[in-house]
């Protein structure tokens, strides 16, 4: 097998917590078959990669706790299986799209983005306050779990295995000099071939 390939069929990546830096690849839409990504408490920064967009079986977003900047891209909006999503505490600015995937996510999701606005915030884009009555019926948390957002905690073997090589291939290239978001652009980019 391939190293390309087996990162089509990969279906939960969690990088959170390992102080990564740089963009987030467009090339990470090639994932089609991903079910969560948690890229949380990391340093990257450029704005989210419309190609996200792509995962359309995707269930579980959390980015959050970075330095990504720029808009959400109207794409997310188009993911009918995503339940779950985090983008607190980065550098997003504008309107949250307007969609059930990001209405009936709870507050708190986009909190720490001061130049965010829209529902589910309090902060409205085109009025300082949005009304009470408004607020309530869009901060209902969805009953629904998602087996992504449980799965995230559990790394498998082949989760573990992949996990492994990527912290491996990080420290070889942090002493190269080589930013992560290149080196995962050429990881990825093998898939092509």
């Known amino acids: 097998m391939e190293f390309g390939n087996f990162l089509i069929y990969y279906r939960i990546i969690n990088f959170s917590g390992n102080r990564f830096g740089g963009e987030i690849p467009e090339s990470i839409g090639l994932l089609k078959s991903l079910l969560a990504l948690n890229l949380s408490n990391n340093g990257f920064t450029g704005h989210i990669p419309s190609s996200l967009g792509n995962l359309t079986e995707l269930e579980s977003l959390d980015i959050s706790r970075n330095q990504i900047s720029g808009t959400i891209p109207q794409e997310l ?19 949250i799209p307007r969609s ?30 949005v009304s009470a009555t408004t607020q309530t019926h869009h901060l209902k948390p969805s009953k629904q779990s998602s087996h992504a957002s449980k799965a995230m905690h559990t790394l498998s073997y082949r989760n573990t295995l992949l996990f492994s090589y990527l912290i491996v291939l990080h420290f070889i290239l942090s002493f190269s000099f080589i930013p992560l978001s290149t080196s995962l652009q050429l990881l990825l980019s093998a898939d092509a071939l």
């Open 100 to 129: 059930t995937q990001f209405e009936t996510q709870s507050e708190s999701a986009f909190k720490g983005n001061i130049g965010l606005c829209g529902l589910p915030l309090q902060k409205d884009c085109f009025r300082k306050n």
């Open 77 to 95: 909006g188009n993911l009918s299986f995503l339940s779950y999503m985090n983008m607190s505490h980065n550098k997003l600015t504008g309107q």
